[in-house]
């Protein structure tokens, strides 16, 4: 009886033994993925803040005035005028409207009445 337990424990010992190892490996490999991303990851970050760095500099106004110069006969630009610009004073004042006070008191009497406004008795009345 004891032999046949001490068989059975030394083999359930080494399939824990095994899947140990299997999970060792395998978070192993997990963990070496994981820096290869973070390692990629960093890489496009620099790749960004260089490109963020020459969109910004080649958006500079002068930047692009030569170029603005250059083609100024195909764009038809023109300097904006200071009509073209609204004042805050200039803008309409937004109506005011006032509640319909009647609708309001057949509302409020319906729903003391226990009758639903979208047509039906309210239950528990």
Known sequence: M?????????V???V?????????????ETATRKAELESRIEHQQ???????????Y??????????????????KLAVADEKQFAKFEDLPMRPV??????????LIKSLDAGIDPAGGKIEGQ
């Open 2 to 10: 004891i032999r046949g337990l001490n068989i059975v424990l030394a």
């Open 12 to 14: 359930t010992s080494l």
């Open 16 to 28: 824990a033994l095994v899947g140990v190892y299997g999970l060792k490996y395998r978070v192993e």
């Open 46 to 56: 620099a790749t960004l803040s260089v490109v963020k760095a020459d969109w910004a």
């Open 58 to 75: 080649l958006n500079q106004p002068s930047q692009i005035e030569p170029i603005v110069e250059r083609h100024a006969d195909e764009l």
């Open 97 to 106: 409207s006032e509640p319909d006070s009647a609708a309001l008191t057949d």
